[in-house]
């Protein structure tokens, strides 16, 4: 499957703020976005200019893509399946983006960034309501259990991960157990759940042109 494998604090600088690509190194002093505020490339500092109408459009689409880290293809693809769905478009788009499996792992506490929970999502770590789900875009729904696998329950990178991210918290719309490495997706979050630095109408207005 492809996937970006460049270096990421250059998307982060690119987009002017944080992703958090980067799992614990986002959260401290050598982030990129705290060292070096500025577009990448040789001619950085003065391309950041005032966005407007399709650029803006253009920017927050890129924003979000490399947030949970898809590529465009696929980005156009839950476009167009939250444009099917009944309801507010560019919330049920965030929607399904949330509810992937890599991405929950991640909001769970079991990997430090979304880059690595899909890593160990591809390599077998867990389960999904007691089945081997192996694929990072798998579609969980309300009430889905997610738990890591008894072999892999005291692997070095899931245990550094849930140690790592506990002061951060868990969103309330999951619920999780880190003795048992148990979590649960209790609901669907809302757009006011996820509060996320996004203007994703402007996606929908990109979209629909």
Known sequence: MA??????????????????LKGERCYGEKCAIERRNVPPGQHGKGRRAKL????LQLREKQRVK????????????????????KGI????????????????????????????????????????????????????RAGDQVSVKSKSSKNPVI?????EVKGRGIPEWLEV????????????????Q???PVQEQLIVELYSK
């Open 3 to 20: 996937r970006y494998v460049g270096p990421v604090c250059r998307l982060c600088r690119r987009e002017g703020m944080k992703l958090f």
């Open 52 to 55: 407007q109408g399709y650029g």
């Open 66 to 85: 490399r947030m949970y880290g898809v590529l465009e293809h696929q980005f156009r693809r839950y476009f167009k399946e939250a444009d099917r769905r």
């Open 89 to 140: 478009t560019g919330e049920t788009l965030l929607q399904l983006l949330e509810s992937r499996l890599d991405n929950v792992v991640y909001r769970l506490g079991f990997a430090t960034s979304r880059s690595q929970a899909r890593q160990l999502v591809r390599h077998g770590h867990f389960l999904v309501n007691g089945r081997r789900a192996d694929i990072p875009s798998y579609s969980l």
């Open 159 to 163: 245990q550094y991960a849930i140690e």
């Open 177 to 192: 157990d880190t003795e048992g490495r148990i979590g649960r997706l209790s609901t669907i979050p809302t757009k006011e």
């Open 194 to 196: 996820l509060n996320l």
